[in-house]
């Protein structure tokens, strides 16, 4: 009962986040059930997990497993909504994990740390080097976090091995599954994001080689016109 009744709070309090800084996300029933799907799938994935597969996570793992989980969702609001309401869903469930984890804040923390990073990573992806430091810097933030915080709570030097082995696993794993799950969702929800528009500027598409072949002033001049507009974007603080 009081599980629930922390998770209702949880919901309140991101509505009211969402009416009070997101009035377009909130007046958008589109954007609401996306971001629906993606908590929900996230808390479902994180609690049927172990036993719909046949395997008995333990504390530790499962701890890890909602890490996962967490990161994977905060990542995906952040490129599909706003990285202002993924730091948000982040915080608030990543207590959510601790809480499930036997009540062990070290993995609320990792969770967090997690998230935060791969937030600011994904919310800035531009090319695919992009991509590779985002996955670089979450496993790092990861080690340095199981490491510290399985200090503190007196882990032994095999179980700070094997949480960081944990850690850069679900760092890569979650990375994958938000290049995927922005892949299945940016169209169904009418969503652009960079991810998608990096796609659109291959310049292996046969429109934009047909351009190239058949009116190269015109794509020259639309080079031109892009970058000037890239330039005041940047000038102003613009995405």
């Not at 935060?116 to 979450?138: E, K, N, Q, Y």
């Not at 340095?144 to 679900?170: C, E, F, K, N, P």
């Not at 969503?191 to 190239?212: F, K």
Request: with cysteine; aromatic share 10%.
């Amino acid at each position: 009962f009081y599980l629930a009744l922390f998770i209702t709070g949880i919901v309140a309090l991101i509505g009211a986040y969402l009416y009070r800084y997101h009035r377009p996300v909130y007046n958008d029933r589109r954007l609401l059930w996306l971001l629906a799907l993606i908590v929900v799938g996230s808390m479902a994935a994180f609690k049927v997990a172990g036993s719909a597969l046949g395997i008995k996570l333990d504390t530790t793992q499962y701890g890890y497993f909602g890490a996962l989980c967490i990161t994977t969702a905060s990542m995906l609001i952040a490129v599909l909504l706003q990285p202002g309401l993924a730091v948000l869903v982040a915080g608030l469930f990543s207590l959510h994990v601790g809480i499930m984890a036997n009540y062990d804040l070290r993995f609320a923390g990792v969770s967090l740390i997690s998230s935060l990073v791969g937030i600011h990573g994904f919310s800035r992806i531009r090319d695919r080097g992009d991509l590779v430091r985002t996955v670089l810097a979450m496993c790092l933030a990861n080690t340095v976090a199981i490491w510290v915080l399985g200090s503190v709570s007196g882990d032994s030097l095999q179980g700070r091995m094997t949480g960081v082995a944990w850690g850069v696993g679900a760092s890569v794993l979650a990375c994958l599954v938000t290049w995927l799950g922005v892949a299945l969702f940016e169209r169904p929800f009418g969503i652009t994001t960079h991810i998608g528009l990096l796609e659109l500027s291959d310049m292996n598409r046969p429109l934009l080689r047909r351009l190239l072949q058949e009116a190269p002033g015109t794509y020259i001049h639309s080079l031109n016109v892009g970058q000037l507009a890239e330039a005041a974007a940047e000038a102003l603080g613009a995405d």
